[in-house]
């Protein structure tokens, strides 16, 4: 049964994690998970790509990550938005395997096939889609996605491209900090200020905000897009790896089940030493044992590095923010990470307040996200986030030298305007060269793209005057428009970003998923088609020995015959109209049989 | 071009009110925001986009006293180069002077200047409140007399002001421990 008060479509939130996603929903009482198939709120952020061909996402992804981890990734969010430069530091901590073929957007290999970072995200995304679909019995195509604060415009792109080849319109892209924000001020506090600390599995957000009757105003955010739980994993298993080399005599290093092995075994250390004192990492393998005790002193001091490196960004946040660190009512604690006691124990030293830790850290963002999908599709009347843009947008200028446009911190939507003229006579092109960051050369920022001002009208230099827009929109993301002063024309704009998939290749991605999609709604037509054929030829044998079956006329049995016939001819056949169509005459036939059998129990 | 004051519906001038700004910022960021217009045709959304962001761009300039002032210099007809603050101010010249020197023999590994330093950072931090207060008394004058004598004065303080806050960063900088 189906109820609509013409209220809209529905949009639910989504947590893109680097370790663990979730989708949630904003029911009449408030924000709600949406559990997986299989129970479980949290999806691991993990995939598999079966020899076959078929997709694993997931808990059972992160059972292939044992057994075939040549076939599986994790952790991919780190890839998103990123070039093969940007990741060489990565590639000796993590097992990815980077296609040789890989421009400017990286590749990842799995198996015998490639995929780029947002492909294997809206494999995530995709699951969550359909676990939802399976929880609401009906459609979803739309979604409010999070990302981290600090996410630069390529990782933002990313991320919206993977909702895109997800088939998920992406109505918002939400910094991760905020959407905890508006989970906590539901339930906790209208006013004040607030900060957001976020330690993820592999991204650090520090953000500060004033609540003020339902708006949430962004003050300032900074973070680090390449730090969290992630890190503290792959030191313990640095130490276990060289105990074993020690031990066993082993290079586990080129074992990559082994060492997920002993990775998996790391990170259950890791999460025990939060409610216990001491613990051991222990792995059992190939007939040998290891065991390290570990406590909680040896770990805080290992991992003392890691959470020092959240506390420059807290400060510079305190001080773009424009507060004293006695101003902030409260510090909100969000992700998995700051389940840690040393962490616990550094925000309240730096904040001077004891942090807020009341919300589940996993399922406040997803929560968030969905107070966010409230508010998009009317839901939620009274909320507004006003969010910031977390680095500086600036365009290149003589001497590699960058002159800022639009400031870090500026309440999104943001925009600048700039004019630009030629140099030459009858120059018909103008390059402008976009970058985000806050240093002052070139070189030293991250390049965005390059925008290529094209068809200009001839004119002696320096006599166009082309007025160009720079707009960052409520995604945090730069959007170029550009008119002709003179004419007043727009003028037409060639975007070539730096790193990412060009909209070509998006589309391209969203046809393939399309065509994927369909085959496998089509498989799932046939198994179905299948099935009732099973049920009707079961039911056709039964009545076989029925009192009424002898009492058909022998033109009618043989009708019979030949329909049944016909259908398991077509049976194996990939083709359900076809299994259909003899599944329906097999119906006819047999029609004045049921007819007769009916009448024949009721005597 | 969307006059500030005018989106605010606050009185034009230097000294504002700025619980009443952000009051009105908020109700207006209620009515305007994208998030409003979602379901909106695509023209509607598209007009959401740039008013918001005017509006944003419009409580950056007016929240803040120096943006603000620039502001309104702006719309009046005087230039506000930012490049101007290269020019020392005559008052300030052998002070500078003494502390470039001081700079340099930091620069050059020479700490024997860090007391030096420490004496002008205060100096000139104290110079910079100075330069605040005055600035707040010229708006008051402003906004009674609506003279274009006194946005002078403004600018001159403005650029001043600016000159001051770079000695300060630069000493600042020569200060803190390299990383």
Known sequence: MEIDFGAAERVIGIDLGTTNSLAAFMDLTGPKIIPGADGDNLVPSVVSINPNGDVVVGNAARELL????????????????RGVDDVQEELKLFPFHIAPASEAVLQLQLGDRTYTPPEISAF?????????????????????????????????????????????????????????????????????????YDLGGGT????????????????????????????????????????????????????SEGV???????????????????????????????????????????????????????????????????????????????????????????????????????????????????????????????????????????????????????????????????????????L?????????????????????????????????????????????ILNVTARDVRTGKEQSVDVKPSYGLTDQQVEQMIQESFEKAEQDFKERQVREARVE?????????????????????DAERAAIDKSVNELLLVYHADDHILIKDKIEQVNQVTLKLAENMMKGTKI | MTDYFELFGIPRGLNLSLDLLQQRYYELSRELHPDRFMRKPESERQRALDLSSTLNDAYRTLKDPVKRAQYLLGQEGFE???????????????????????????????????????????NFTTMLSDVDQQMESLFAQYDQSQSRDVLAQIRGTLNRRKYILNLVDEVHKSLAPSP
Request: aromatic content about 4%; proline content about 4%; glycine content about 6%.
């Open chain 1, 260 to 430: 997920q092995r002993l990775r998996r075994a790391a990170i259950q250390a890791k999460e025990q030493l939060s409610f216990v004192p001491f613990t051991s990492i222990e792995l059992e393998y190939r007939g040998k044992k290891y065991q390290r005790q570990i406590n909680r002193e040896l770990f805080d001091k290992l991992i003392t590095p890691i959470v020092n490196r959240t506390l420059g960004p807290c400060r510079a946040c305190i001080q773009d923010a424009g507060v004293a660190v006695d101003q902030i009512d409260e510090v909100v604690m969000v992700g998995g990470s700051t389940r840690i006691p040393l962490v616990l124990a550094a925000v309240e030293a730096l904040f001077r307040a004891k942090p807020h830790t009341d919300l589940n850290p996993d399922e406040v963002v997803a929560l968030g996200a969905a107070v966010q999908a409230g508010i998009l599709s009317g839901e939620v009347q009274d909320k507004l986030l006003l969010d910031v843009t977390p680095l500086s947008l600036g365009i290149e200028i003589m001497g590699g030298v960058v002159s800022k446009l639009i400031h870090r911190n500026s309440t999104i939507p943001a925009s600048a305007t700039e004019t630009f003229t030629t140099g030459v006579d009858g120059q018909r092109n103008v």
């Open chain 1, 66 to 81: 044992i057994t075939q981890p040549e076939r599986s990734v994790y952790s991919a969010k780190r890839l998103m938005g």
């Open chain 2, 80 to 122: 506000v180069a930012e490049q101007r603050s290269k020019d020392v101010p005559p008052e300030l010249l052998e002070e500078v002077f003494e502390l470039n020197m001081a700079l340099e023999e930091m620069r050059a590994g020479d700490h024997s200047a860090r007391p030096q330093l420490e004496t002008a950072e205060k």
């Open chain 1, 204 to 255: 650090f957000d520090i953000s500060i905000l004033k609540l003020h009757d339902g708006i949430f105003e962004v003050l300032a955010t900074n973070g680090d897009t390449h730090l969290g739980g992630d890190d503290i994993d792959n030191l313990l298993l640095r130490i276990a790896m060289e105990d074993v080399a020690s031990e066993w005599g082993v290079d586990l290093s080129i074992d």
């Open chain 1, 533 to 553: 054929a099973d049920t009707i030829l079961a039911a056709v044998e039964k009545a076989r020995r029925h009192d009424a079956y002898f009492e058909l006329m």
């Open chain 1, 432 to 476: 402008i060269h976009v970058v985000q960051g806050e240093r002052e050369l070139v070189k030293d920022n991250r390049s965005l793209a390059r925008f290529d001002l094209k068809d200009i009208d001839p004119l002696p230099a320096g006599l166009a005057r082309i007025e160009v827009r720079f707009l960052i929109d409520a995604n945090g």
């Open chain 1, 124 to 196: 995530i995304l995709r699951q969550l889609k359909q676990n939802a679909e399976a929880y609401f019995g009906e459609p979803v195509s739309k979604a409010v996605i999070t990302v981290p604060a600090y996410f630069n415009d390529a990782q933002r792109q990313a991320t919206k491209d993977a909702g895109r080849i997800a088939g998920l319109e992406v109505l918002r892209l939400v910094n991760e900090p905020t959407a905890a924000s508006l989970a906590y001020g539901l339930d906790k506090r209208e006013n004040g200020i607030v900060a957001v």
